[in-house]
T-cell receptor, first 116, second 112 residues
Framework: GAVVSQHPSRVICKSGTSVKIECRSLDFQATTMFWYRQFPKQSLMLMAT?????????EQGVEKDKFLINHASLTLSTLTVTSAHPEDSSFYIC????????????FGQGTRLTVV | SQKIEQNSEALNIQEGKTATLTCNYT??????LQWYRQDPGRGPVFLLL?????KEKRKERLKVTFDTTLKQSLFHITASQPADSATYLCALLNNAGNMLTFGGGTRLMVKP
């Protein structure tokens, strides 16, 4: 089956620094990838839709200058949390779907970000 | 506004029993509904998809129903096992078929 790989799985960084999270689709091309954020015991909240070769589409309330998304190839999207603060600590998950409508989503393993 | 509601309280059942989880939605007319499993610290894993014209879908010990009149889906796990303990999420696709929205998930605990 399709696999989406996310790296790193855990990262601890200091306040004010930036962290880059990678999301790769390993056996299919993904023109669109999705980035979610999840707080403990809460649901997945869509942050942005990453579009290959064009700008990402951000959900309302998500700062595009803080959460930089780059989708430079059909198999790689990156999320960079810039100038991280403790309130950015969360679980970040990416997903991708095969081309075609109504297909299931494949998720990465998630990245636990802790900002100290 | 559109809402997807799942019971936020954990469901505790005894091993061997059938677990039933509920997903209710409002202000949606989804053509498809999906169920995912999420283990702690992991990304969700796809389980089943059911179309609006399908009343029921089965996969091994899993059964999903979809009632578009009640705007509800039920997710059943028969002969439950401790390994089934996880959070189960329902998700709806928008009518364009390109965006998933998730419910809050229900945590299932199966006790031996």
């Amino acid at each position: 089956g399709a696999v989406v790989s996310q790296h790193p799985s855990r990262v601890i960084c200091k306040s004010g620094t930036s962290v880059k999270i990678e999301c790769r689709s390993l056996d299919f091309q993904a023109t669109t990838m999705f980035w979610y954020r999840q707080f403990p015991k809460q649901s997945l909240m869509l942050m942005a839709t990453s579009n290959e070769g064009s700008k990402a589409t951000y959900e309302q309330g998500v700062e595009k200058d803080k959460f930089l998304i780059n989708h430079a190839s059909l198999t790689l999207s990156t999320l960079t949390v810039t100038s991280a603060h403790p309130e950015d600590s969360s679980f970040y998950i990416c997903s991708a779907r095969r081309q075609g409508l109504f297909t299931e989503a494949f998720f990465g393993q998630g990245t636990r970000l802790t900002v100290v | 506004s559109q809402k997807i509601e799942q019971n936020s309280e954990a469901l505790n059942i005894q091993e061997g029993k059938t677990a039933t989880l509920t997903c209710n939605y409002t202000n949606y007319s989804p053509a498809y509904l999906q169920w995912y499993r999420q283990d702690p610290g992991r990304g969700p894993v796809f389980l089943l998809l059911i179309r609006e014209n399908e009343k029921e879908k089965r996969k091994e010990r899993l059964k999903v129903t979809f009632d578009t009149t009640l705007k509800q889906s039920l997710f059943h796990i028969t002969a439950s096992q401790p390994a089934d303990s996880a959070t189960y999420l329902c998700a709806l696709l928008n009518n364009a078929g390109n965006m998933l929205t998730f419910g809050g998930g229900t945590r299932l605990m199966v006790k031996p």
